[in-house]
């Protein structure tokens, strides 16, 4: 990536360097506090995440689908933002349409004892 203090994404450019893969992830910022993608699912396809390290934000552009975090469920569709802690189990199903979801991940710094 660019040394530079800014950059400038365009997001249909970003989204047409998808594969089409039933379930795929293109990062396209990664710097040391920030890092950013677009998730893509389509419809019927499994989530299979794992909890993260780091705290996350979801914005969902397209799609709609139900949300598990921890033991809660929730649906959500275009315009749906959602904050994921660090370490929570969290995962998409309900799959009705292709989704597709820009990503930021934080670095969390790690607490010490």
Known sequence: MSNSKWQLFDLAEVRDKLKGEAVEYLEFLNVPALNCGVYFLAAGSTDMQAPH????????????????????????????LLYVGATTEHSFFEIEEDMTLLVMFAATPLERS
């Open 53 to 80: 390290d780091e705290d996350e934000v979801y914005l969902v552009l397209s799609g709609r689908a139900r949300m598990r975090l921890d033991e809660e469920e929730r649906t959500v569709a275009p315009g749906s």
